[in-house]
């Protein structure tokens, strides 16, 4: 103890030598950053129906084209094959019992299937899959999926926006008459829902434009369309009584000769029954058409 005590006092009283560490000068050396492993990539499918969480794709797909051949065959995906296409898995497709047991599926959890960017034999299925609709969202289908691109997304959102705006912009800009017909053709009711009384213009094309901002592709699709121009004929024929439904019998007739025009179908509704017969390239069609045009 009393050792200790001197030592510390002479430390104190500077009789003690205090160490001095001598600075080194690191910065001429080469400091290696740690070793990484690139992180994997991923390819991403998702489910054109959001509803469906949870889905897995079987591993056998029917008539499908092989590009490289141009012909339809069966594709499969089967665990250790380098190739999807039954033509080239003839060797291995004999071995049967290894088929059953190493087939797999795609399995999309919460709508997502990720495919590492490493198994090419997964993404050959995944694409050329029947199921997968690329860029047709809009096909039924309970199992249709596509290639999740974000950069193609944002373009087609994007693209769709200003498909959108520049349809407002031209239904608040369309001659009235055309307007209007275009208003009745897509099923805006001609009268007011609170007192019954005839829409004027600006109540049909405040509710265009609402169709247009909510149902763009609808709109957009008869904007220029024949239906829309026959279809105000029709209207205008039955309104004015110069067609004759025929109640309970269903025999369209003009109301001037009596001459027959046809019988509504069952179910069917007559002005889009005479509609579509005027669009008709029948002699029927296009004599009701001639007629129309005769009428209105």
Not at 92 to 101: E, H
Not at 191 to 210: A, Y
Not at 215 to 220: A, P, Y
């Amino acid at each position: 103890m009393a050792t200790t005590r001197k030592i510390a006092m002479e430390a104190i009283e500077g009789e003690t030598p205090i160490a001095v560490f001598e600075e080194i000068d690191y910065s001429n050396q080469q400091i290696e950053p740690p070793s990484t492993v690139p992180a994997e990539t991923y390819i991403v499918f998702r489910l054109v129906n959001k509803k469906v969480k949870r889905l897995t794709l079987d591993g056998i797909c029917h008539n499908v084209k092989n590009p490289n051949t141009g012909q339809y065959e069966t594709i499969r995906l089967i665990r250790g094959a380098s190739s999807i296409w039954t033509s080239e898995l003839t060797e291995m497709l004999k071995d049967k019992d290894y088929v059953s047991k190493n087939r797999v599926g795609l399995q999309l959890l919460d709508g997502i299937c990720r495919v590492p960017s490493t198994e090419s034999t997964r993404l050959d299925y995944a694409r050329h899959h029947l199921s997968n609709v690329h860029k047709q969202r809009n096909v039924p289908g309970k199992y249709n999926f596509y290639e999740y691109d974000a950069a193609e997304e944002q373009k087609m959102r994007h693209e769709k926006q200003m498909t959108r705006i520049n349809l407002i912009q031209q239904v608040s800009l369309m001659e009235e008459g055309k307007m209007i017909r275009l208003a009745l053709f897509l099923g805006i009711k001609p009268n007011d829902e609170e007192v019954g009384t005839p829409k004027t213009p600006d109540g049909f094309r405040s509710e265009l434009l609402i169709k247009a901002d909510t149902q763009s592709d609808t709109v957009l699709k008869y904007m220029n369309a024949k239906e829309v121009d026959v279809s105000y004929m029709v209207r205008k024929c039955i309104i004015g009584g110069k067609i004759d439904l025929g109640g309970s019998t269903k025999n369209i007739i003009w109301a001037g000769n009596a001459a027959f025009i046809g019988k509504l179908p069952e179910g069917r509704k007559p002005l889009e029954y005479l509609t579509e017969l005027a669009m008709t390239n029948t002699n029927e069609g296009r004599a009701f058409k001639e007629q129309l045009e005769s009428m209105t």
